[in-house]
């Protein structure tokens, strides 16, 4: 089956119909595909629901469902007070679902997932200390502020240290950092919850972490932030060891998968 007719596009449209099958997904993707391309720009409007129909060779029903489509993954969305559908660069938010669901169901483990902290966390602090704006400082020390003062709750707490990274991720001024942090958190949050319950001073040595690159950050001292959050990285596996009492290393029989 082909997904297009071969005949293409009338002149002046985006898009050629498609043939009889079901279609929305196909239709999410061809739109997806403009956009990925540049044809169809961040703020450039959608055609009309019926004009995509007339495009597509489809009923307006089929077009709406994959509009919901690319509005649930973040492409498509509307301004406030508008309702032209335009089209929208993904937030984090939007990305992390898809990389986090892909990794998760890869089995990754806990030292899968430290590697990675251990290559993203320590650039993103040595980059954020010369790059950050005013507001992104203040993310960053708010969200620090907010682990101590929940850091009796374990909820609170592990929220507290998942905007922490988030805030040092943002204020790198280096999009793949930020977009790469959103999925690690969402595989990082179950294991840092038992490392948080399991092991007593695992609070008091996520808040001295977190302040030294709170520091180092507010004075521009871009090597120390990098060797206080490889430190801060470093202590993580640490607590993971302690909690679940053996190591998850490579060849040792004992990878814990992240759920």
């Known amino acids: 089956m082909s997904d297009v007719r071969s005949d293409g596009p009338p002149e002046g449209d985006l898009f050629e ?3 009889d099958h079901p279609a929305y997904r196909q239709i999410a993707k061809l739109i997806e595909q403009r956009i990925v391309a540049r044809v169809l720009r961040a703020g450039d409007a959608l055609p009309s629901e019926s004009d995509l129909a007339r495009q597509f060779g489809v009923n307006r029903s089929t077009v709406r469902e994959a509009i919901r489509e690319l509005e649930t993954h973040g492409l498509l969305g509307r301004g406030r007070g508008e309702k032209r559908l335009r089209v929208t660069r993904p937030q984090a938010k939007h990305v992390s679902k898809g990389v986090s669901r892909a990794l998760a169901m890869n089995d990754v483990t806990y030292l899968e997932l430290w590697e990675a902290m251990m290559a993203i966390e320590p650039a ?4 954020a200390a010369t790059r950050r704006t005013a507001a992104q400082l203040q993310a960053i020390v708010r969200a620090s502020s907010h682990f101590r003062r929940d850091t009796a709750d374990t909820t609170n707490a592990v929220a507290a240290v998942l905007d922490f990274f988030n805030a040092v991720a943002a204020a790198s001024g280096n ?5 790469a942090q959103a999925p690690l958190n969402g595989l990082l949050a179950p294991a840092l919850t038992e490392i948080i319950d399991r092991v007593p001073q695992a609070r008091g040595r996520i808040g001295e972490a977190q302040s030294r690159i709170v520091n180092a950050v ?11 959050m490889e430190k801060h990285i470093r202590d993580f596996r640490r607590g993971y ?5 053996q190591p998850d290393i490579v060849g040792s029989g004992n990878k814990k998968v992240l759920v």
Not at 124 to 127: D, G, H, M, N, S
Not at 175 to 179: E, F, K, M, N, T
Not at 218 to 228: F, G, I, M, N, P
């Open 218 to 228: 507010k004075r521009e001292q871009s090597e120390l932030a990098r060797t206080w």
């Open 241 to 245: 060891e302690l909690a679940f009492a």
């Open 17 to 19: 119909p498609l043939d």
């Open 175 to 179: 999009q793949v950092l930020a977009l």
């Open 124 to 127: 993103a602090a040595q980059y």
